[in-house]
């Protein structure tokens, strides 16, 4: 296994982190940057709940009047309640055939219509407002964490399986917009209705109120003991749902593999292994809700028998009138349902905090220095590079590259060659800053590559990866990436350098033939040819093969290298290849093993002197006899 390989073969289930202290601060700065852009939306949906929870406990009160006036009306005492629905139905069909009512029971009637559409206008911009504001905090959070992790290091990725940052930027972040939407919408209710209701509450009856206050001790103590058990369960639910998603993502990028291997049925008895731990933890995590919500209902159950009890003794002994009795329960039922939202809310803010945790652990990642701002201009660059005693490591004490210098005079042509695993790979890397070195200095045009605008470097060099990658996107839009539109002859000047545009003619669109996933729709080989002309295409000062021949036959090859010869007269090249052949015109070959050049000269010269590079050349010449036997 090659060095580079060896590095990135280890995933762990969370990246590295710094301290847990900056987790808060970090989501709660994208909350607050949201609340203070969208200040004057949250004023208007607080004012509008505290109105309209304090405009719901006018019902109950003209509720209370509108009874006690039907009695009034009606001549009935306290020995004809149970008349009084039958009264009562008669009155209002009365008031239906045009019978006046008094004076004081038409005003409360129009009062509690006014109430309700009040309140009815005021629970709308609250809901408005606040789930408004509640998405905007969910799109904000995912621009600025899809933000944050196009400029992490590139040794996270090697930790992070795609699947688990998927399901953070999904899952975790809908999670914490419900913690932040309707978990402080219903919070706020419970906030601004429950001293209300109270107060309330004990001016109409301080015997029953003082009784409404054990069910709402007891909630807090069924709070208490909940809220860790779902905390746990919650946690085990996203990380096992995190587990699902880069499982299934693997499965679909690596499907070719599974099917060439026969292992359709082993992946999915792996999936589904998966799928039954997080569904034991969802079980795990229904049962401590559900038990929660019984609770809940079975405390205001409970309360509503103590209060029926408890007031018809208070009505019989005509401490409590029956419009009050009613008013009473109305209040109680009021905080009924904020209750039950109480226990929900919980649950809300209990999922929004794992999940805003596991957001942090990205956010807390430091970002790649070679992605800030600033720094020379490298638009003028003429392409030297020169490496000085450059040494890397992925791991420490496990050294990939060690002491190395180099220097590519600009418009000349550098090959590396070696075994695989010997660094070179490493080397074109760190060229563009997509590592770090660890000791020594790289140098383009004599500026360390540190001094300058790394964004701006990369777009002055063409790379051609080790493992090429197109998007799922047009064969033109891929071959154009680097530039800005998608001018035709450019795609099609470079497509003709990498002997790709006779065979993209041909295809029914062309250059607007849609690729699949990962160019899942082209060989190997014109994957690779895409790449070289995606890399040639933007005429970079410095180009950079990483063995981008390896996938073409010696034909093929050869074609390539007589377009390439004339296109890289103007730049200066590093090109790193397994085949000697591919580099035999380059004007210097360094020989790397295990992270050391072992040999330097040009490919005569090397042919003829014994070592690494001899042995390979005579390798491939023997490979090549037999092959055309």
């Known amino acids: 296994m090659s060095s580079e390989a060896s590095a990135t073969s280890g995933t762990t289930p969370a990246p590295t982190t710094h301290s847990p202290a900056k987790h808060q601060r970090s989501i709660y700065r ?22 309209g929870q304090a405009g719901a406990l006018l019902i109950p009160k003209l509720t209370g009047l509108g009874v006690d006036s039907i009695k009034q009306l009606g001549n009935l005492t306290a020995r004809d309640s149970t008349d009084f629905f039958s009264q009562a139905t008669k009155w209002l069909a009365g008031i239906a055939s045009g019978m006046e009512p008094s004076e004081r029971f038409n005003r409360v009637l129009i009062l509690l219509a006014a109430a309700s559409v009040a309140v009815a206008f005021f629970q709308f911009v609250k809901r408005r407002a606040i789930t408004g504001l509640s998405r905007q905090i969910e799109f904000d959070m995912k621009e600025k964490l899809y933000a944050h992790i196009q400029v992490m290091p590139m040794d996270q990725f090697a930790r992070i399986r795609s699947g688990d940052l998927l399901s953070r930027a999904t899952s975790d972040v809908e999670s914490v917009r419900m913690m932040f939407g309707p978990a402080v919408m219903y919070l706020g209710e419970v906030i601004v209705l429950l001293p209300i209701a109270l107060v309330a509450m004990f001016m109409t009856s301080t015997y029953l109120a003082w009784w409404s206050l054990l069910p709402l001790l007891l909630l807090t103590l069924s709070t208490l003991y909940f809220s860790p058990r779902t905390r746990k369960y919650s946690l085990m639910t996203q990380e096992r749902q995190a587990d699902l998603s880069a499982r299934a993502q693997e499965n679909f990028s690596g499907t070719r593999v599974v099917k060439a291997f026969g292992r359709e049925d ?3 008895d792996a999936f589904d292994e998966i799928g039954e731990q997080l569904l034991d933890s969802q079980l795990a995590q229904a049962r401590a809700r559900q038990a929660y919500q019984a609770s809940i209902w079975t405390l205001n159950g409970g309360a509503t028998l103590v209060f029926l009890f408890f007031g018809a003794r208070e009505i019989a002994h005509g401490n409590l009138s029956l419009g009050q009795f009613l008013e009473f329960n109305l209040y109680f039922f009021a905080l009924f349902w904020p209750m039950i939202a109480f226990g929900w809310v919980i649950l809300l803010i209990v999922r929004g905090r794992v999940s805003a945790r596991r957001i942090n652990e990205i956010f807390d990642i430091e970002p790649d220095p070679s992605t800030q701002p600033g720094g020379e201009s490298a638009h003028a660059i003429t392409g030297k590079i020169e490496f000085r005693d450059v040494s890397f490591e992925y791991e420490a004490g496990k050294p990939v590259l060690k002491n190395i210098s180099f220097t590519v005079d600009a418009g000349h042509t550098l090959a590396i060659v070696g075994p695989v695993g010997c660094g070179k790979s490493t080397i074109a890397r760190l060229l563009l800053r997509l590592r770090e070195a660890t000791s020594g200095e790289i140098l383009v045009d004599d500026v360390r590559v540190q001094d300058y605008d790394a964004s701006e470097l990369r777009k002055r060099i063409g790379f051609v990866p ?10 033109g839009e891929n071959i154009a990436f680097g530039l800005e539109g998608n001018p035709a002859d450019d795609v099609q000047e470079a497509s003709e350098i990498a002997q790709l545009h006779a065979e993209v003619m041909p295809l ?36 950079v093969l990483d063995d981008a021949l390896s996938a073409v036959d010696t034909k093929t090859e050869e074609a390539i290298l007589d377009g390439l010869k004339r296109v890289l007269k103007t730049s200066t090249n590093m090109i790193i290849a397994q085949r000697v052949s591919t580099v035999s015109h380059a004007e210097e070959v360094i020989v790397l093993d295990r992270g050391q050049i072992v040999q330097r000269g040009s490919d005569a010269d090397l042919r003829t002197q014994p070592g690494l590079y001899a042995e390979m050349a005579a390798r491939q010449n023997l490979e090549a006899s037999l092959a055309g036997q």
């Open 30 to 51: 994208v909350v607050g940057q949201t609340y203070r852009k969208h200040a004057l939306l949250l004023t208007f949906g607080m004012i509008a709940l505290v109105i």
């Open 466 to 475: 080790q493992e090429t990658f197109l998007f799922s996107e047009s064969i």
């Open 508 to 543: 029914p669109e062309g250059y607007d033939t849609l690729l699949g996933e990962r160019g899942v729709n082209l060989s190997g080989g014109q994957k690779q040819r895409a790449a070289i002309a995606r890399a040639l295409v933007k005429k970079p000062a410095i180009v």
């Open 266 to 268: 082993f992946e999915s």
